[in-house]
């Protein structure tokens, strides 16, 4: 199966970085996408970022010029670099992958635990 493993959260003050990562392991054949996705307390999940096969990127408006993803495809692994962090950014990141187990296989969306990031004073 197909496991996701986040790392990087923690507590920052405003202004600061961070860099969230993400391991892909287990029974995957290729990762066509992954991204980053956040949800803070009553509120719904949203896209963070997302970074394709081919390189091209997506971005939240509201982390345009502050974040950066990235990824390295031979190690299935992607980042966020999160840097002049603001209050607003405070939220589980969850990082999420978009695969194939086999060259004949569906495409699956699969999911981290996420990992929290708080940003405060």
């Known amino acids: 199966q197909v496991q996701l493993v986040e790392s990087g959260g923690g507590l920052v003050q405003p202004g600061g970085s961070l860099r969230l990562s993400c391991a892909a392991s287990?029974?995957?054949?290729?990762?066509?996408?992954m991204g980053w996705y956040r949800q803070a307390p009553g509120k719904q999940r949203d896209l963070v970022a997302i970074?394709?096969?081919?390189?091209?990127?997506n971005y939240a408006d509201s982390v345009k010029g502050r974040f950066t993803i990235s990824r390295d495809n031979a190690k299935n692994t992607v980042y966020l670099q999160m840097n002049s962090l603001k209050p607003e950014d405070t939220a589980v990141y969850y990082c999420?992958?978009?695969?194939?187990?086999?060259?004949?296989?569906?495409?699956?969306?699969?999911w981290g635990q996420g990992t929290q990031v708080t940003v405060s004073s």
């Open positions: 999420n992958a978009w695969g194939q187990r086999s060259s004949t296989s569906r495409y699956s969306d699969y």
């Open positions: 287990g029974s995957i054949f290729r990762i066509n996408a």
């Open positions: 970074v394709r096969s081919d390189g091209s990127t």
